[in-house]
C-alpha cells in the first residue's frame, strides 16, 4: 500500500515542481554532511584504538607484575609456584615440606 503511494506523490512532485534546480544546493550538502561523517568516524577509531592500546598495556603491566610475584592464574584461580621446581627437588633442605 505504501509503494504506491509513493509512486504516487513522486508523480505529483515532478509535476508541479522543478527539482533540476535544487540539486545543485542538495549536493553541496550531502558533501558537507558526507565530510563531517569521515572526520567523526576517523576520531571515533583513533580513540577507540587508543583505549585497545591502554588496555593492553595494562594487562601486560599486570600480568607481568603478578609473574614476578610468583603467582600465576590458572582457570579463574590463583596459587604460589616456585620458580624453579626441579632445585627444590634436587635441594632437599630447600624444598617445601
Known amino acids: 500500500m505504501s509503494v504506491p503511494a509513493a509512486l504516487i506523490v513522486q508523480q505529483i512532485l515532478r509535476q508541479f515542481v522543478n527539482l533540476q534546480a535544487e540539486v545543485g544546493s542538495v549536493g553541496a550538502f550531502v558533501t558537507a554532511i558526507g565530510t563531517l561523517y569521515s572526520v567523526l568516524t576517523g576520531f571515533t577509531v583513533i580513540s577507540v584504538w ?48
Do not use: H, N, Y
Open 50 to 97: 587508543q583505549q585497545f592500546t591502554d588496555t593492553d598495556r595494562a594487562v601486560k603491566r599486570e600480568a607481568r607484575g603478578w609473574q614476578s610475584c610468583g603467582v600465576t592464574w590458572v582457570m579463574s584461580t590463583t596459587r604460589r609456584v616456585s620458580p624453579r621446581p626441579e632445585r627444590d627437588r634436587a635441594l632437599p633442605g630447600r624444598g617445601r615440606g
